[in-house]
């Protein structure tokens, strides 16, 4: 799963079988106990994309797939299917040249990296324009009935836009609430881009956290850049283009723009020519996803739609290298077991596959483990972009990310939104498992369900839960549920037989996406160390952990509380958590009311900047 920055659940220790022999015989009668610690070893390394240890993890699932009788799909020769994606970016010597038109100062070029860097979603491109200042370099959208547009006042077309990095840092909270979902930086760009620009600049104001610091490249895996040169510049860099305007500094501007009135008027920087050479050198890999069949065992005429599928991610973190690991500091740069995640969703997947070959089967089942997943879903994007099979062909996908670490028999289940036949056959099928479910209807989650939602097919993701080792080197095979696992297997063999035996395939329905860009994490700056339990529905924010040697931890708060207050605003849910983390401020201390033990206490959390 990738990471959600909401997340997540408490490990509680799966009870102990009393009696020794008998534990002994669970282990041995459980169908997915080797695969999960095949793929969690130490030899698969994390199983990162396109790294030894994911040809190691694809050698294992194609030898299991061969001893089900399942073949590769129709019209491929193997289980791999390989894609390309860019496995890193660094800058390959950006530049930025200053001059003034006539020559009045020195003309100067700027090339060390603390100077200027390009974005990792730059294009790689040469421009020389003259300078528009264009403030935060905000645009919320007409939807939003907001009113606040950087742009409104500005001819930007073939120029070169400069922009401040974040968005008003002492605008009131609505405004900042409303303005952090649109500062990212790639939605800056889009909207420069959008409004004619050829090229933003981006500078790190002097009243904001890393102050006059160039932007660090983020791990980034487009294969191309994103339409518009893009880099950061450093203060110095920013300083010297002011020079040009003699009435302004660049302090003054940034403080006009954060107290009266957030969305002051940009302007020209008149008399000055600036080339950008923007160089990002992108290191493309191969990733494979494993893909196999297994044919139905009668003419498939009859039905609607000739296919099942179920699939889960297999990639994990590596070592942590890619990004997206909450590691500790004595845990920077170990093993990324992902036994949890996600060997327990392939192993889920393996032994579906294995139940399903012994049977009668009305529809090709297929059997799919993505790799990319954590990268950005990269692997199911690249099926379903040039699928070897109609995706329109596929009755209903069962997607598996995160199923081995149940607890208090809690199964979350969601993307059931995306068939009005979900509900009631996940209700009679859970007559028999007897599960206590957690139904959401929403499948723009962040796994591969989402890229089946895009391509319209009917779809459910199945989810026990984040905890406190979540994308940490202490995921590992011996804190599976494996009894639980195994149950999980059983309802969605069930759930399938029901969906495989129909003649009529579930139908689709589109749900509609969430409002908020990114789920809310557009520009997200604050750094919390809290780990909120994401599938609670306690009135509050049940925290499931905190970060070691974060703000949280510092504050006292452990795994267990209820946060119910912060900075003034109550907090009923995770949302509200979300929306009262737009509006913290950096090393500010906010106050924090939370329950523990039904008692309400209070403490103070300072929120640190994230990187
Ligand atoms: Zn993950």
């Not at 006539?102 to 491109?125: C, E, G, W, Y």
């Not at 409004?195 to 487009?222: C, I, Q, R, W, Y």
């Not at 011996?478 to 639980?484: A, H, L, P, T």
């Not at 495989?500 to 520009?523: I, M």
Request: hydrophobic fraction near 40%.
């Amino acid at each position: 799963m990738r990471t959600r920055h909401l997340a997540v659940i408490a490990a509680v220790a799966i009870s102990a079988l009393a009696q020794p022999d008998i534990r002994a015989q669970v282990r041995t009668a459980s169908r997915t106990r080797a695969h999960v610690e095949m793929l969690a070893s130490p030899q698969l390394g994390g199983r990162l994309t396109g790294s030894a240890g994911e040809r190691l993890a694809s050698d294992y699932i194609v030898s299991e797939l061969k001893k089900m009788g399942a073949r590769p799909l129709p019209g491929q020769a193997d289980f791999l299917i390989p894609f390309d994606f860019t496995a890193g970016t660094r800058d390959g010597g950006t530049t930025v040249a200053v001059d003034s038109v006539p020559p009045r100062m020195s003309n100067k070029t700027f090339s060390s990296r603390s100077d200027v860097q390009a974005l990792s979603f730059s294009d790689n491109a040469d421009v020389t324009a003259p300078v528009v200042f264009a403030g935060y370099g905000i645009v919320v959208p007409d939807s939003q009935d907001f009113g606040y547009d950087s742009y409104a006042a500005l001819d930007v077309k073939d120029k070169i836009v400069l922009v401040l990095r974040y968005f008003p840092e002492d605008a009131d909270q609505k405004t900042r609430a409303i303005l952090s979902r649109y500062a990212d930086l790639r939605y800056k760009a889009l909207a420069a881009r959008q409004h004619g620009a050829k090229a933003m600049l981006v500078v790190t104001g002097p009243n904001s956290p890393n102050a006059g610091e160039v932007v660090p490249m983020s791990f980034d895996t487009a294969l191309a850049g994103s339409g518009i040169v893009a880099a950061s510049i450093s203060a110095n860099v920013a300083n010297s283009f002011f020079a040009a305007v003699p009435d302004k500094s660049f302090d003054d501007v940034q403080t006009q723009l954060d107290t009266a009135n957030p969305h002051v008027a940009g302007f020209d920087l008149p008399n000055l020519s600036v080339t950008v050479h923007a160089n990002v050198v992108r290191e493309k890999q191969t990733g494979h996803n494993v893909v196999a069949y297994l044919p139905a065992t009668q003419p498939t005429a009859a039905v609607s739609k000739p296919w099942v599928a179920v699939g889960a991610h297999y990639d994990h973190l590596g070592h942590g290298e890619a990004g997206n690991t909450l590691a500790n500091k004595e845990e920077a740069n170990q093993t990324h077991f992902g036994a949890d995640d996600n060997a327990s969703g392939s192993a889920a997947v393996l032994a579906i596959g294995a139940a399903l070959s012994g049977q009668p089967r009305h529809r090709n089942v297929l059997l799919a483990f993505w790799s990319g997943e954590e990268l950005g879903l990269l692997g199911s994007s690249a099926f379903a972009a040039q699928p070897p099979l109609p995706m329109n062909q596929i009755a209903a996908y069962l997607n598996f990310d995160m199923v081995g670490r149940m607890q208090d028999n809690k199964l979350t289940v969601q993307a059931t939104g995306t068939s009005a036949m979900w509900g009631k056959i996940i209700e009679q099928t859970n007559i028999a498992a007897g599960f206590d479910l957690q139904l959401q209807a929403d499948p723009y989650q962040p796994t591969d369900v989402a890229t089946f939602n895009g391509a319209s097919v009917a779809c459910l993701t199945f989810f026990t839960g984040v905890h406190a080792d979540y994308h940490r080197p202490t995921d590992t095979a011996d804190k599976i549920n494996y009894e639980d696992l195994d149950r999980v297997v059983d309802f969605a063999v069930a759930i399938l037989r029901r969906v495989e035996d129909s003649e009529a395939a579930p139908e689709f329905v589109k749900v509609d996406p969430p409002t908020q860009p990114g789920g809310g994490r557009a520009g997200v700056r604050i750094f919390t160390g809290t780990i909120p339990d994401y599938s609670s529905d306690a009135k509050g924010l049940l925290l499931s952990g905190v970060v070691g040697g974060g703000p949280a931890e510092a504050a006292g708060l452990q795994k267990g509380d209820v946060i119910v207050e912060i900075a003034g605003q109550s907090i009923t849910n995770i949302y509200d958590y979300t929306y009262a983390l737009d509006v913290l401020k950096i090393g500010q201390p906010a106050k924090v009311v939370y329950m523990r033990n039904g008692q309400r206490r209070e403490t103070t959390l300072t929120p640190a900047a994230r990187k």
